[in-house]
């Protein structure tokens, strides 16, 4: 099989396509046929970063969706020609193969109307947007939540979430995703490149500032965005954390909370694991029913694999970018 292959820790210039054995899973894993693969900026920091379990060269890739290809003796619960996906785990990855092997608790199903395109865009944007609404805010009818970096993916599939939970929604991006952000339903798309944020904010609040803040963009961002949230509400950090608390104490007693989606299966309890599983059936239902856009903005082909990473590292895309191994 063909894989791509991280020579050494030191970015995308020592990610090279080449030849691979099978893997073959041990008695709790599947090994799937990966037919598509989702792009993500954790691919190309892991590239840069490498992981202390690693030895190299080592196969990267985090978001994959295929078809079961053989299952180990301990696995009952899927067989040879499911539709499946995940978000492997890091301290292994792999996934940017024609076959990877992945432990069966991590899979989410594929209705048979959502493509293996549409599936591999899902999982770390989608999931991190899912915990950011909904475990973390618990985003309720009528409150007023602003996203920043609303033109990426976590902040795309969290613009969609949030409104699905009927909250107002105002999304800072940059003015070229506008028009898909407004068919989410966001209520304002304001530019932090041409907009005086705070009194955008202020003005479509009446006053009342935000219930939370979803920031998908820095800790500086995140400090900025603070001082526009009223008294006992929320900031979610998605890309970034705190150094600092950025309000003084005893003033708007605000709740602070991180996503860290690739913390889950190192840190995490068996039942986090399987909350990510149903996290997955949850989306891919929403896709084939029609309420949640997967924000493709570009399908690749595999040997294209890190072009595409170099493209969403230059911060030009909207939405997701996927690949396609043409495998299946």
């Not at 590239?47 to 030895?55: F, K, L, P, Q, R």
């Not at 929604?169 to 304001?190: M, S, T």
């Amino acid at each position: 099989m063909k894989a791509w292959k991280l020579t050494k820790p030191e970015g995308l210039n020592k990610l090279k396509l080449a030849r691979a054995v099978k893997p073959k899973p041990a008695s709790d894993e599947v090994c799937i046929h990966v037919a598509a693969a989702g792009l993500n900026p954790m691919d190309y920091k892991l590239a840069s970063w490498g992981y202390a379990t690693w030895e190299y060269p080592h196969i990267i890739g985090l978001d994959i969706a295929g078809v079961v290809s053989s299952v180990g003796k301990e696995v009952s619960h899927l067989n040879p020609g499911d539709r499946v996906f995940c978000f492997a785990d890091p301290r292994k990855a792999g996934g940017f193969a024609h076959y990877a092997t992945v432990k069966a608790n991590l899979l989410s199903r594929i209705p048979d109307s959502v493509s293996f395109e549409q599936a591999a865009a899902l999982p770390c944007a989608g999931y991190s947007a899912w915990l950011a609404v909904h475990d973390k805010l618990d985003i309720q009818p009528g409150q007023h939540i602003a996203i920043t970096g609303a033109g990426g993916g976590v902040g795309g599939f969290a613009v969609q979430l949030a409104r699905m939970a009927g909250a107002h929604v105002y999304a800072i991006a940059e003015q070229r995703h506008r028009h898909r952000l407004l068919n989410y339903g966001a209520e304002a798309v304001i530019d932090p490149t041409q907009d005086n944020v705070a009194m955008r904010i202020i003005n479509l609040t009446e006053d009342h500032l935000l219930h939370a803040v979803i920031d998908c963009v820095s800790a500086k961002s995140g400090s900025i965005m603070s001082t526009l949230i009223r008294y006992n509400g929320e900031i979610v950090m998605i890309a970034d954390q705190f150094n600092q608390v950025p309000l003084l104490a005893t003033t708007k007693a605000i709740s602070m909370h991180e996503v860290a989606l690739h913390g889950t299966y190192a840190h995490g309890a068996p039942e986090d694991v399987h909350h990510l599983a149903d996290i997955g059936n949850t989306l891919t239902s929403l896709v084939a029913e029609g309420k949640l856009d997967p924000m493709i903005q570009e399908v690749l082909p595999f040997d294209k694999l890190a072009e595409g990473l170099k493209k969403l590292q230059r911060q030009k895309h909207s939405g997701k970018l996927v690949v396609s191994t043409g495998q299946l």
